[in-house]
């Protein structure tokens, strides 16, 4: 036994976490590849690598995954002190060059003087497709520096083969993604997924991309919703500020309108103009109510509370009529079951969570909107 527990103690440390021995970095010039400044990692590796997130085999494990920062032209290295093969018969390391392979597209080098020269070419680099948009972020160490975003398809020559590359890093940073099929012409009206890189995460370019992309399709007059695919927690909170910031301005958000409750003029308004639906268009009047209401003000504070949760208790109270329909179709024991996971004092204090982190968002919205005004 004394003998299993020393082995496996030793082949434990040919373990390693594959989202910390996962290296990327956008290089701009030659002396990016050795900085380690340049490099992030990835939030998520499980797709390749499993729930646990480990790779077996290696001591020292370093998976380099170097882009050129235009063409994303790609450096592909596997480094390790030590291998388990090395030390122990009949045992087999994992096959890392193949996991990664089946996501890089072919055309990646492995040597790094080869993908040093490529940066050369980066010069005449220019994004594909039709500028919607530009803008400017400050940056303490470069100043004033100017961003694009562009609208482009496999219609361009050369995307298709960049979107290949591109589109690697959704298996990284996307916990369920999936890569998108380019021929499928659905594609080009639904936002199916959205991105910001690490080295770009906090400039505001999450807010500029959606704002842009709400711009461009609300001209459409075929287009009558802009909606994602299962949207994370924090593009929701992304969409509800891009979505106030457009729709603050509109009459029928007027703050003498907003104390007179949600109304169809709301919805009118915000579907006619920037095709946002009902239930946006909501959090929107319920966002700018809150920025129009005195919370000290204990009556005032009380209507907004009782407003929101109105909205809030909509689940809860589709729960009491499945549960009126229970009663009569169910028997005594089989009703007791279903009463207890509706319970009315739980659905209150549930009621109350969900205001209070609504109310939570809502507020980091409005700091937002007012340090950007």
């Given at each position: 036994m004394a003998e299993v527990n020393t082995m496996e103690k030793k082949l434990a440390e040919y373990k390693c976490d594959t989202n910390e021995?996962?290296?990327?970095?956008?290089?701009?010039?030659?002396?990016?590849?050795?900085?380690?400044?340049t490099t992030f990692h990835p939030e998520y590796s499980h797709q390749l690598f499993g729930d646990d997130e480990v790779a077996f085999g290696y001591k020292g494990?370093?998976?380099?995954?170097?882009?050129?920062?235009?063409?994303?032209?790609?450096?592909?290295?596997?480094?390790?002190?030590?291998?388990?093969?090395?030390?122990?018969?009949?045992?087999?390391?994992?096959?890392?060059?193949?996991?990664?392979?089946?996501?890089?597209?072919?055309?990646?080098?492995?040597?790094t003087d080869d993908f040093i020269s490529l940066l050369e070419k980066e010069a005449n680099f220019k994004p594909f497709g039709t500028l919607l948009h530009?803008?400017?972020?400050?940056?303490?160490?470069?100043?004033?520096?100017?961003?694009?975003?562009h609208k482009a398809d496999i219609t361009c020559p050369g995307f298709q083969e960049?979107?290949?590359?591109?589109?690697?890093?959704?298996?990284?940073?996307?916990?369920?993604?999936?890569?998108?099929?380019?021929?499928?012409?659905?594609?080009?009206?639904f936002l199916v997924q959205m991105l910001i890189l690490p080295p770009f995460?906090?400039?505001?370019?999450?807010?500029?991309?959606?704002?842009a992309v709400h711009r461009f399709y609300c001209s459409l007059p075929k287009v009558q919703d802009i909606t994602a695919e299962d949207p994370s927690e924090n593009y929701v909170k992304l969409r509800d500020y891009v979505l106030v910031k457009l729709c603050q301005g509109m009459p029928s958000f007027a703050e003498d309108k907003l104390h007179l409750g949600f109304s169809p003029d709301m919805v009118k308004e915000?579907?006619?103009?920037?095709?946002?639906?009902?239930?946006?268009?909501?959090?929107?009047?319920?966002?700018?109510?809150?920025?129009?209401?005195?919370?000290?003000?204990?009556?005032?504070?009380?209507?907004?509370?009782?407003?929101?949760?109105?909205?809030?208790?909509?689940?809860?109270?589709?729960?009491?009529?499945?549960l009126a329909k229970m009663k009569k179709c169910l028997r005594p024991e089989e009703l007791v079951s279903h009463m207890g996971q509706m319970d009315t004092q739980t659905q209150h204090e549930e009621l109350e969570k969900s205001y209070q982190v609504a109310l939570e968002d809502y507020r980091r919205i409005i700091e937002r909107l007012a340090s950007q005004a």
């Open positions: 021995a996962l290296c990327m970095k956008l290089v701009r010039f030659p002396e990016d590849v050795e900085d380690d400044g494990l370093q998976i380099q995954l170097f882009y050129t920062a235009g063409n994303l032209s790609t450096l592909f290295k596997v480094k390790y002190s030590s291998k388990v093969t090395e030390m122990f018969d009949c045992v087999e390391s994992d096959d890392i060059e193949g996991k990664i392979r089946e996501i890089v597209p072919a055309g990646f080098t492995c040597n530009t803008y400017t972020v400050h940056s303490e160490e470069a100043g004033e520096l100017t961003y694009q975003i960049y979107h290949e590359r591109l589109q690697t890093f959704l298996m990284w940073f996307i916990e369920t993604a999936s890569f998108i099929d380019a021929d499928d012409d659905r594609w080009d009206f995460q906090g400039e505001g370019h999450g807010a500029q991309l959606l704002e915000s579907q006619d103009k920037l095709k946002i639906n009902k239930k946006h268009a909501r959090r929107v009047y319920e966002i700018l109510r809150l920025r129009a209401t005195d919370m000290s003000d204990e009556e005032k504070a009380r209507a907004y509370r009782l407003e929101v949760k109105k909205r809030l208790f909509g689940p809860y109270r589709k729960n009491q009529r499945e």
